[in-house]
């Protein structure tokens, strides 16, 4: 088992910053790939970054690149979401997740961690 506990979320202006953090325990995280997914209001569930643990090799959703950045501190077994540009159309609850390398649904999510961006 793995548990995922996101902060970091909040009120900021449209091209503020913000940073998100995914504390992990339970596992280490040497197997997994880590994610980061939105949902807004009345709308499905979006990728929005994801980062290989072992390799460090990121990917990201078309509206994440550039201004999105994935990391990860192995001696914390934390993973960090650096947001900056943010604009009102990511405000969203923001969730961490882990999957098993191969897997391909992701087992393991957060709570959630609300990030409003007001224009």
């Known amino acids: 088992q793995v548990q995922l506990v996101e902060s970091g979320g909040g009120l900021v202006q449209a091209g503020g910053s913000l940073r998100l953090s995914c504390a992990a325990s339970?596992?280490?995280?040497?197997?997994?790939?880590m994610g980061w997914f939105r949902q807004a209001p009345g709308k499905e569930r979006e990728f929005v970054a994801a980062?290989?643990?072992?390799?460090?090799?990121?990917s990201y959703a078309d509206s994440a690149k550039g201004r999105f950045t994935i990391s990860r501190d192995n001696a914390r077994n934390t993973v960090y979401l650096q947001m900056n540009s943010l604009k009102p159309e990511d405000t969203a609850v923001y969730y961490c997740?882990?999957?098993?390398?191969?897997?391909?649904?992701?087992?393991?999510w957060g709570q959630g961690t609300q990030v409003t961006v007001s224009s």
């Open positions: 980062i290989v643990w072992r390799t460090g090799i990121t």
């Open positions: 997740a882990a999957r098993l390398i191969l897997s391909t649904a992701y087992n393991y």
């Open positions: 339970g596992r280490t995280l040497s197997s997994y790939d």
